[in-house]
T-cell receptor, first 112, second 113 residues
Framework: SQQGEEDPQALSIQEGENATMNCSYK?????LQWYRQNSGRGLVHLIL?????REKHSGRLRVTLDTSKKSSSLLITASRAADTASYFC????????????FGSGTQLTVLP | DSGVTQTPKHLITATGQRVTLRCSPR?????VYWYQQSLDQGLQFLIQ???????AKGNILERFSAQQFPDLHSELNLSSLELGDSALYFC????????????FGPGTRLLVL
């Protein structure tokens, strides 16, 4: 079963705009990670946020975590055509230590 | 390039057959994870090995088995293949036993005809 569910399933924006993706999960977690996958390729780790953190930045990425609402958001600022990919959240649930459970992903398309 | 290698890149086989997928983790990583990605099931965790020992088990079928060797490379064996086993199989590695960043290989695309 999937712990995390991303929203929206697909997002299409113009280059230069910001993209926001959301992830909701069901159980208490140790941390939450965001990964990116270009079509048919392996996943690339973007950022990890621990359960005691509320916000984290990495370059053009900003991740927030609200453990009370069991949700996270990934913001990509000033998007580029090269950001076109699928984005997945993955949770490391306290009840299933060491297993990452991935959501269904958001397909982001950035139009030039 | 994550540093995780997987072979082969593509595999086409027939139902009922058996295949072996191979993964070499990043240098220094002790954990290896196997995932299956299909259109209908998404990305599913199969199994994890840490320093040669099975550490965690996910949605792995009894027809599937894995092992991690002393040099830390891992193999995933899929037997009695069915059409529904067609998927991308990813290997990932991490330094420790869990709760940390995993580095994914490029995957093996399996097609069962």
């Amino acid at each position: 079963s999937q712990q995390g569910e991303e929203d929206p399933q697909a997002l299409s924006i113009q280059e230069g705009e910001n993209a926001t993706m959301n992830c909701s999960y069901k159980t208490s977690i140790n941390n939450l990670q965001w990964y990116r996958q270009n079509s048919g390729r392996g996943l690339v780790h973007l950022i990890l946020i621990r359960s005691n953190e509320r916000e984290k930045h990495s370059g053009r990425l900003r991740v927030t975590l609200d453990t009370s609402k069991k949700s996270s958001s990934l913001l990509i600022t000033a998007s580029r055509a090269a950001d076109t990919a699928s984005y997945f959240c993955a949770t490391d649930a306290i009840s299933s230590a060491r297993q990452l459970t991935f959501g269904s992903g958001t397909q982001l398309t950035v139009l030039p | 390039d994550s540093g995780v290698t997987q072979t082969p890149k593509h595999l086409i086989t027939a139902t009922g057959q058996r295949v072996t997928l191979r993964c070499s983790p990043r240098s220094g990583d002790l954990s290896v994870y196997w995932y299956q990605q299909s259109l209908d099931q998404g990305l599913q965790f199969l199994i994890q090995y840490y320093n040669g020992e099975e550490r965690a088990k996910g949605n792995i079928l009894e027809r599937f088995s894995a092992q991690q060797f002393p040099d830390l490379h891992s193999e995933l064996n899929l037997s009695s293949l069915e059409l529904g086993d067609s998927a991308l199989y990813f290997c990932a590695s991490s330094v420790g036993a869990g709760q940390e960043t995993q580095y994914f290989g490029p995957g093996t695309r399996l097609l069962v005809l």
